[in-house]
């Protein structure tokens, strides 16, 4: 392809250049943010992370976003070794050490730390957690809506790996999305265990059919809390909603479709293997939902 799109595809911004990065309560200039070869992280996928975006000063559903990154911590049984305060305490030392007010996304990574001996078992983790905040001025920047492909990976059941958890671990995800890139389209849809039409590799997922908004019934994907907050605003704005098993066939009949996550609120699909969408622009229902979340989150 030659016009790759992604659904957190951001403009440039030369200011990302000069950020400062939260590393274990210390900020580091970019060039300098650093974490070991032995960390658990970084050898096994071991830890678990959270996106969450500014608006007008104002981290979006800030609550949302820590009571999940502890939920999730507490599931693989990691201790994050701060307190819910001394978190978002540093969410905001490092928002104001790199003077952000607005169009800013952060990534809070927590990982279960340095080994001792670089093998699996967590007892080799030692020294305690690693926590990372990285910051960044952002504003997606899209020049079409996106293109999705079907692929053979599946989100799986919980006893494999909970696809509710946001972990490190993604791999899963990143062969889905090289494979619906080797397909020619921007990002990979992915089914359930039961052939269902699920999420994407990256976000959330929802067609509008006939006026009515469907997504997945919420078993094998992310919990996501921009995918809840539109579920929400269509239930509060007599919009139709429904979580629900629906099928290929279903897809490509939509009116509309998009997408749903932290960074990107609702992305428009055009296409789906190979299937127009609808106009193959943004809908309707989508720019309503758009316009009900924008003024929910103050944008």
């Known amino acids: 392809m030659t016009d790759d799109v992604s659904t957190h595809q951001a403009e440039e911004d030369a200011r990302n250049e000069a950020i400062l ?8 200039p970019k060039s300098e943010a650093f974490v070991s070869v032995y960390d658990s992280g970084f050898m ?33 049984d990691l201790d994050i070794g701060m ?10 030392e490092t928002q104001a050490a790199n003077q ?23 007892r080799l983790s030692r020294q305690g957690p690693t926590v990372v905040i990285i910051m960044e001025h952002s504003r997606q920047k899209l020049p079409r ?11 799986g059941l919980p006893m494999t790996q909970d696809p509710k958890l946001n972990s490190h671990s993604k791999l899963n995800c990143i062969l889905a999305c090289i494979a619906a890139e080797k397909a020619g389209a921007d990002e990979a ?21 006939k006026g009515q908004v469907w997504t ?31 099928t290929l066939v279903d897809t490509y009949s ?9 960074f990107g609120a609702q992305t428009p699909v055009g296409v789906i293997d190979g299937r127009q969408i609808g106009t193959g622009q943004i809908g309707p229902v989508t720019e309503r939902i758009r316009g009900l979340y924008k003024t929910l989150v103050g944008a």
């Open 83 to 92: 307190a819910r305060d001394e978190l978002i305490a540093a969410v905001l």
């Open 100 to 122: 952000m007010t607005t169009d800013a996304h952060a990534r809070l990574m927590v990982t279960r730390g340095i080994k001792t001996r670089p093998f699996q078992h967590p």
């Open 216 to 246: 997945s019934t919420g078993d094998y994907c992310m919990n996501g809390i921009t995918r809840q907050k539109v579920i929400d605003l269509c239930r509060s704005n007599d919009i139709p909603v429904f979580e629900r098993n629906f």
């Open 21 to 28: 990065i939260w590393v274990n309560g210390a900020l580091r």
């Open 145 to 155: 809506p996106i293109r999705l492909a079907t692929v053979p990976h599946l989100r």
């Open 189 to 209: 849809l992915m089914l359930d265990v039961h052939g269902f039409v699920n999420t994407t590799n990256a976000c959330n997922f929802f067609v509008v059919k």
């Open 44 to 76: 096994l996928g071991d830890g678990v992370w959270e996106g969450i975006r500014l608006y007008n000063n104002r981290w979006t559903f800030l609550d949302e976003h820590m009571d999940r990154l502890f939920e999730a911590a507490k599931a693989i």
């Open 254 to 262: 939509a009116d509309e479709a998009f997408l749903t996550g932290t």
